[in-house]
């Protein structure tokens, strides 16, 4: 993931990969393991979907850890990949949204729907992971501290606003 992500799919090699994996470079280990680049492009997807519902969506029982566990994941090299290569993949595109777009806003939804019926759980999931996302983005697109304000304030507001909301329609 790191290889992919700071380098690009294209402009990483087989010595790249097998360096950042305490490999001998170029000694043909890697070929042990996978027939291509592809196909180790394709084991890092599966550990993204493999990841448990808890990793994708921590508990909301600790909202600000939460909220770092949640940019964690998202991490430099995670974005990077999604947005710079995988339009190549779709197959692993569309493998990645399912598990960690769409699979994390439903599980938030339930947990906020099992909180409080009275609030549409869809949307205030949407807008709260939508958050999250866009904050994540804004720094490996554009740079870190360009969203105007530190990690640390944007996941105070983050939880202020996420209990604000579950609590506003009781």
Same mark, same amino acid.
């Given at each position: 993931m790191?290889?992919?992500?700071?380098k690009?799919?294209? +402009? #990483?090699?087989?010595?790249?990969?097998?360096? =950042?994996?305490?490999?001998?470079?170029?000694? !043909?280990? @890697?070929?042990?393991? *996978?027939?291509?680049?592809?196909?180790?492009?394709?084991?890092?997807?599966?550990a993204?979907?493999?990841?448990?519902?808890d990793?994708?969506?921590?508990? +909301? #029982?600790?909202?600000?850890?939460?909220?770092? =566990?949640?940019l964690?994941?998202?991490?430099? !090299?995670? @974005?990077?990949?999604? *947005?710079?290569?995988?339009?190549?993949?779709?197959?692993?595109?569309?493998?990645?949204?399912?598990?960690?777009?769409?699979?994390?806003?439903r599980?938030? +939804?339930e947990?906020?729907?099992?909180?409080?019926?009275?609030?549409?759980?869809?949307?205030?999931a949407?807008?709260?992971l939508?958050?999250?996302?866009n904050?994540?983005?804004?720094?490996v697109?554009i740079?870190?501290?360009?969203?105007?304000v530190?990690?640390?304030?944007f996941?105070?507001?983050?939880?202020?606003?996420?209990?604000?909301?579950?609590?506003?329609?009781?």
């Open positions: 790191r290889c992919f992500g700071s690009g799919y294209a +402009a #990483t090699t087989i010595a790249d990969i097998e360096k =950042a994996a305490g490999l001998a470079p170029g000694a !043909g280990g @890697t070929y042990r393991h *996978f027939r291509s680049k592809q196909a180790i492009l394709e084991a890092v997807v599966d993204i979907v493999a990841a448990p519902d990793e994708l969506a921590p508990p +909301a #029982t600790d909202l600000e850890g939460s909220a770092h =566990a949640s964690r994941y998202m991490s430099e !090299g995670l @974005t990077r990949l999604f *947005f710079r290569d995988l339009d190549d993949f779709p197959e692993q595109r569309e493998r990645i949204v399912d598990r960690t777009v769409t699979g994390p806003y599980i938030v +939804a947990r906020i729907r099992a909180h409080n019926p009275s609030v549409d759980a869809e949307a205030l949407a807008v709260l939508g958050s999250l996302i904050f994540r983005v804004i720094e697109l740079g870190e501290g360009r969203n105007g530190s990690q640390e304030r996941v105070r507001a983050w939880a202020s606003v996420y209990r604000a909301a579950v609590e506003s329609e009781r």
